[in-house]
Every structure is written in C-alpha cells, then in structure tokens.
C-alpha cells in the first residue's frame, strides 16, 4: 500500500530536517508522498518541491496557519497552496509581522527575568526566520536555565508563565478565507490536542463548517482509535475530507517518526486522492463562476 504524510515540519520553522533533507528521507522511509506543513510560512516549499521532483517524490505544498477561536489557539493546515498569490502573501507577511512584535515583547521579559536573550540567539537556535516558543525553549535549555525545554514551558514561556505574551492571530475564518484565495483547501490540525469536550469539538467544527472548512486531520500521531472513530463521524457528518499526518518535527519530537507517527500511523494514498479531487472541482467551479 502507498502511504503519505500531509503534516511535517522542516528548520524553516521548528522541524529539526531542512526540507530537502525531509523529501530524501520521506523517500528512504519509504513514503510515497508528503505535505510540508511549515507554521505560518511557505519559505521552505521551493526547496522541497525541487528536490522532490528530482528524486520522484511528490511534495504537496502546504502551510499550517494559527488562530484564535474563542480564545483557544486553533491550528488550520492549508494544503495545494499557490505560493505566487499576491493576496494570500500580503496576508501571511502581515501575521508574520505581529509573531515578530510578540517576540520582541518576550524577550523583554525574559531579560526582566534575568535571562540575557536576543533575537539573534533565537534565530541561531531556529536556524530559520520563524521563532517559535520551541527555540525560546531550546535556548533556555543549551544554557542551562532548565533541565529540559518541558521545564521552560512549565516555568517561563507556558501560557501560564510570566514570560508568555499571547499571540495576535488572525480568525479561523481569516486563515480559510486564505487559503482559498490561494486555491488550496482547510483542515483542522490535530482537533483533540485542543482541550475541548466533545460537545465543544462538535460545535467548533459545525462553526468552522460554516466559514468553509474542507476537512478534519483524523488519523493522526496521538490520537486513540475511540478519539478517531468521533472524528470520522463528524467528518461524515459535515461533510468533510478526512486527513492524516504525524506532526513530525525530527528530533524535537524523538517519539514521532515520519509516516509512521509513534509506530503505529498508516495514511493511504487514497486519501490524497480525495483531497485533490476536491481541489480540482473547487477549481473549476471557481473558473466558471469568473467565466
């Protein structure tokens, strides 16, 4: 059976492979395709897609986008994105603006705390133009602050720590809106590691419906067969695409392998199929809409 991955991360945001490093080894795994999946960046797609055409490996070019959502941060994955949109980067250079003035103000309580961080030590320790809480982490940890970079999101940067600066962050509705200008379509990242109660995942996914969502991210690294089932019949319910991928990071997340998740993950081609028959249909219904 053909398997894929549609949810990975590189060093152009807080996965510890560079993208071409990602598309060789999807290939020595022995996955058939993948999806790039960045948070809040498209940087690392033109590497990996170059390299994926030159080792036949198919890359599906994506994004995962952050949103507040009655005050809980919901992540929204965009898959197929058109990385030429004028539009959809004008959109994604704003939001990348407001993550820059948040990590200013968190350094600036790191350094009331006592810490002598910097942004450039931040980016050396993200190797990347996105910084993320991972790399204050990351950094908190190489210099001995904390004996893990889980004690610096307990102690410092967690959303409880005195350090955390909540995010400005666009609307869930914001983040579908463009990924379908760009002509890609919207999943909801990993629903269960969000906290809700499952009458509350009902209902954010019935208002997320309502301002254009494609699809749910069903099979994925944590989640349990019970957790899956729900999932699978809210994606029925709705009628919604249902999606799968590991989250992997490297080894930021050592328990988490590329298409395979914690062991145990199998996504089949098959649902990649669906995904881009749905791409295409909302393509043509748009083009002759315009017509």
């Not at 949103?67 to 004008?90: K, M, P, R, T, W």
């Not at 030590?121 to 809480?133: F, H, W």
Request: charged residues 20%; glycine residues 8%; negative net charge.
């Amino acid at each position: 059976m053909k398997t894929i991955d549609l949810h990975v991360h590189s060093t152009v945001s807080d996965g510890t492979m560079t993208p071409k490093d990602l598309v060789l080894y999807a290939k020595k795994k022995g996955l058939t395709a993948f999806a790039l999946t960045d948070h809040d960046t498209i940087d690392g797609l033109a590497e990996a897609m170059a390299t994926g055409n030159s080792i036949n490996m198919e890359v599906i070019p994506g994004i995962e986008l952050a949103a507040y959502y009655q005050d809980v941060e919901l992540h929204i994955l965009g898959y197929f994105i058109d990385q030429n949109d004028s539009l959809f980067l004008q959109e994604l250079h704003h939001w990348q603006n407001a993550r820059e003035r948040r990590n200013i103000r968190m350094i600036e309580r790191l350094n009331d705390l006592g810490f002598p961080i910097t942004i450039a030590a931040l980016q050396n320790a993200a190797g990347s133009k996105v910084i993320t809480r991972a790399h204050y982490g990351k950094w908190l940890y190489e210099q001995g602050y904390v004996k893990n970079i889980a004690e610096a999101f307990q102690k410092y940067i967690g959303a409880d720590g005195p350090a955390y600066i909540p995010r400005e962050l666009p609307t869930p509705k914001d983040c579908i809106g463009m990924i379908h200008n760009a002509k890609g379509i919207a999943v909801l990242a990993h629903p269960f590691l969000y906290s809700f109660s499952e009458q509350e995942l009902h209902q954010t996914i019935q208002s997320l419906v309502k301002d254009g969502l494609d699809g749910l991210e069903v099979i994925y690294s944590t989640h349990t067969p019970k957790q899956e089932k729900l999932l699978r019949h809210l994606a029925s319910h709705y009628g919604l695409l249902q999606t799968g991928g590991s989250d992997f990071h490297g080894h930021i997340k050592p328990d988490i392998d590329i298409g395979i998740g914690k062991g145990d993950l199998s996504i089949p081609y098959e649902i990649l199929e669906k995904m881009k028959n749905l791409n295409n249909e909302t393509k043509i219904q748009k083009n002759h809409f315009f017509k």
